[in-house]
């Protein structure tokens, strides 16, 4: 089995920072691509920003410039720091991996979600 398991959720005022984590354990071979969603009330989960093996990184355009992902290959862990937080934000993320596993499978895991909330 696989496991995604995030940390570093929680209150923040607007302008604030916070630092996701996720970290991948189990049968796994190797990561394609790593990934953080995100879901507000009453909208579609949408792609946050986005990893792959090489290093190329992709953001949605309302975070780009504020926040920043990346990866440690060797720990099978991906990090978003969110900087100049908005209220616009709050979310609960998600964090997704493309993997190969140790049984030679390929598929897309998520995490558990952890929310995160911009309010004064």
């Known amino acids: 089995q696989v496991q995604l398991v995030e940390s570093g959720g929680g209150l923040v005022q607007p302008g604030g920072s916070l630092r996701l984590s996720c970290a991948a354990s189990?049968?796994?071979?190797?990561?394609?691509?790593m990934g953080w969603y995100r879901q507000a009330p009453g909208k579609e989960r949408e792609l946050v920003a986005a990893?792959?093996?090489?290093?190329?990184?992709n953001y949605v355009d309302s975070v780009k410039g504020r926040f920043t992902i990346s990866r440690d290959n060797a720990k099978n862990t991906v990090y978003l720091q969110m900087n100049s937080l908005k209220p616009e934000d709050t979310a609960i993320y998600y964090c997704?991996?493309?993997?190969?596993?140790?049984?030679?499978?390929?598929?897309?895991?998520w995490g558990q979600g952890t929310q995160v909330t911009v309010s004064s």
């Open positions: 997704n991996a493309n993997l190969l596993t140790n049984r030679g499978a390929t598929g897309q895991y």
């Open positions: 189990g049968i796994i071979f190797s990561i394609n691509a």
């Open positions: 990893i792959i093996s090489g290093g190329s990184t």
